[in-house]
């Protein structure tokens, strides 16, 4: 629980594709290892510092980040926290919206929201490269045949399944015959 300490915020989330993809515990798992409400409390001290990063007057009561720290850890259990340091940067940044003479829980709760489907957006993304890859090694893999070098072998096979053995060896010659070079014409 060290590592994710709010002061550690841009060094930590300097790789959004890491922040997604890192093996950091998720909401839940942290609940799990470490016991129940160790999330929460976490979480209450990424939005006091969001609350305090504001600059209006109105801050968030302890009331509104404990209310607030329960329903993300119960909604959003499976986010990892790297991913929450990295909705608290970009909340700090603006993207998510701003306060209006006062923080307010829902405007959190909002751009918690539009993260979700950033989130998901990269999620998208890297599921696609992998699949690019995955088509790509497969394309290049010499142990692999086209669809038409199937038909063509499907083909010889079935005619070869329907020869008698004697036709199968005029066959053969007459494959041979046609693959040997041709004199040229003088």
Known sequence: ????????????TASPERCHFANAPTLAAANAIYGDGT???WLTYVLADISEFSGTRSKL???????TARLIAAEYGHLNM??????SRRFKTGRYGRFYGGV???VILSGLGSFLRERAEAHALRDSREQERRISSQLHDPRNMSYAEWTVIRDIQAEYS????E????????????RQPHAPEV
Do not use: S, V
């Open 82 to 87: 790297a991913e929450l340091m990295l909705f």
């Open 104 to 106: 307010d829980p829902m």
């Open 61 to 67: 009561t302890q009331n509104q980040i404990l209310q």
């Open 39 to 41: 999330a929460e409390e």
């Open 162 to 165: 329907m020869n008698t053995p």
């Open 167 to 178: 036709q199968d060896a005029a066959t053969e010659r007459d494959a041979a015959k046609n």
């Open 1 to 12: 629980m060290n590592t994710f300490r709010i002061d550690r915020q841009a060094e930590l």
